[in-house]
């Protein structure tokens, strides 16, 4: 079976530029997880989303958005890109939400932005 | 945003050694996750687990949910070279409508020069 796939694998913007990274999740799971990981540190949890509906937020700005759709597919946008922006987005599915039973997720590769 | 406190930072490891790092918290945590990321990949899990006092294993590689919900450790034994990368502790809370993973700063395994 596929894990989770994202694209594209690397992205080059200037800032101001806006950027859409997509995600797949793994066959049968429903709930897509966006981090952002910067150089040295561990990731950073951005959004999550469980049957099209966002069902939690980390602490970044507005800039940064997200949708889940029908096919449990996934796309995070950022606006306005700063240069504070360059990282590597991960993407992690799991076969339901995490909100009453244990849960695990799955890292797909990742999207190695960089903002110029 | 919050992180976990892992440690060591790094280490230097020799092939056959034994290999420990943990994770402490100061929130309680419902779930411990292990996983490795190789530079320009993906985290890939390594062991979860759902229970205070679980002791799981794969392979070489042992992982313990502590007592108070608040820490675990891993345990790499016997080393070889492909053991080298960078280990992720993440806690998760499940019993509410979000269940975001918590990340520690990561061990770095390396080679003994």
């Known amino acids: 079976d596929a894990g989770v796939t994202q694209s594209p694998t690397h992205l080059i913007k200037t800032r101001g530029q806006q950027v859409t990274l997509r995600c797949s999740p793994i066959?049968?799971?429903?709930?897509v997880s966006w981090y952002q990981q910067v150089l040295g540190q561990g990731p950073q949890f951005i959004f999550q989303?469980?049957?099209?509906?966002?069902?939690g937020r980390g602490n970044f700005p507005d800039r940064f958005s997200a949708r889940q759709f029908p096919n449990y597919s996934s796309e995070l946008n950022v606006n306005a890109l700063l240069l504070g922006d360059s990282a590597l987005y991960l993407c992690?599915?799991?076969?339901?939400?995490?909100?009453?039973?244990?849960?695990?997720?799955?890292f797909g590769p990742g999207t190695r932005l960089t903002v110029l | 945003g919050q992180q976990l406190n892992q440690s060591p930072q790094s280490m230097f490891i020799q092939e056959g050694e034994d290999v420990s790092m943990n994770c402490t918290s100061s929130?309680?945590?419902?779930?411990w996750l292990w996983y490795k990321q190789d530079p320009g990949e993906g985290p890939v899990l390594l062991i979860a687990?759902?229970?205070?006092?679980e002791l799981t294993s794969n392979g070489r590689l042992t992982a313990q949910f502590g007592i108070t919900r608040k820490d675990s450790f891993l345990n790499i034994s016997a080393s070889i070279p492909s053991d080298v990368g960078i280990y992720f502790c993440?806690?998760?809370?499940?019993?509410?409508?979000?269940?975001?993973?918590?990340f520690g700063k990561g061990t770095k395994l390396s080679v003994k020069p």
């Open positions: 992690a599915s799991s076969p339901r939400l995490a909100g009453g039973s244990p849960d695990t997720q799955y």
């Open positions: 066959s049968g799971h429903k709930s």
């Open positions: 989303y469980y049957e099209k509906e966002e069902r």
């Open positions: 929130s309680i945590f419902n779930t």
């Open positions: 687990l759902y229970k205070a006092g």
């Open positions: 993440a806690g998760l809370n499940y019993g509410g409508s979000q269940g975001n993973l918590i």
